[in-house]
């Protein structure tokens, strides 16, 4: 058997030519399977080029956001005030384990050294990292001694922690696509999860456009969001 899961990510990510070269390779009755929570065109593909008469199981785009993660909004009328928003949150709420999303590499390094000078603990993880600084980040933070985790959709599939109990998208994601793998890095397990966005009036077509992909209501953050997390 062959299993090629995070199809999408693995094809955006320029892979396309090695997954080509491997299944090429593979013998003729072997058994593929092709998994993603989203499925491309570009993934679609290689079943009808590789695969013998798949079997498609497709869900609903609107069954794909889990039940057990409640999806607030915060407006933020402007982009420097996302800092203030993101301390005075972190000052009100009592979280076990965080995730925090933004959509540059640059500025997961920024927003790491603004959390640290205001005395957060915070990790942060990226794509220039050496793999094994990566690893060693990934081993603190499931083990618990790291509670907040700074990142970029890099790591938003390999985010596997049972205590993460909040996400936060300091950026929304560029594609809404990749909100679902943001979200679903908490609520992992069984548990419940919360997700909390932050939109700037220039986010606000993002965030219908997410809404509308994932026939989803996104609500205001309410004042009572402690008793939810």
């Given amino acids: 058997m062959f299993v090629l899961d995070e199809a999408d990510e693995m094809l955006s990510r320029g892979f396309k030519d090695q997954i080509y070269d491997i299944f090429q390779l593979l013998p003729p009755k072997i058994q593929v399977g092709v998994f993603s929570a989203t499925m491309p065109p570009e993934a679609l593909e290689i079943t009808r080029k590789f695969m013998n008469k798949p079997v498609r199981i497709l869900v609903k785009r609107d069954e794909l956001t889990l039940e057990g993660i409640k999806q607030f909004y915060v407006n933020v009328e402007k982009e420097e005030w996302k800092l203030v928003t993101l301390c005075d949150l972190y000052e009100t709420l009592a ?92 609520g992992r397990f069984g548990r419940k999860g919360v997700a909390i966005n ?27 969001v402690a008793d939810l997390i």
């Fill in 95 to 186: 979280i076990t384990q965080s995730v925090i999303f933004v959509n540059t590499r640059r500025k997961v390094d920024w927003l790491t050294n603004k959390m640290r000078s205001r005395d957060h603990t915070v990790s942060a993880t990226h794509g220039d990292m050496e793999q094994n600084t990566r690893d060693i980040i990934m081993r603190e933070f499931r083990s618990g001694s790291s509670r907040v985790l700074i990142t970029t959709d890099l790591l938003a599939r390999g985010i596997d922690v049972q205590q993460v109990s909040l996400v936060i998208n300091y950026d929304l994601p560029t594609q809404p696509e990749n909100y679902l793998h943001r979200i679903r890095r908490s």
């Fill in 198 to 224: 932050f939109v700037t009036s220039d986010d606000e077509r993002m965030l219908y456009d997410i809404q509308r992909f994932y026939n989803v209501v996104i609500e205001e953050l309410p004042a009572n």
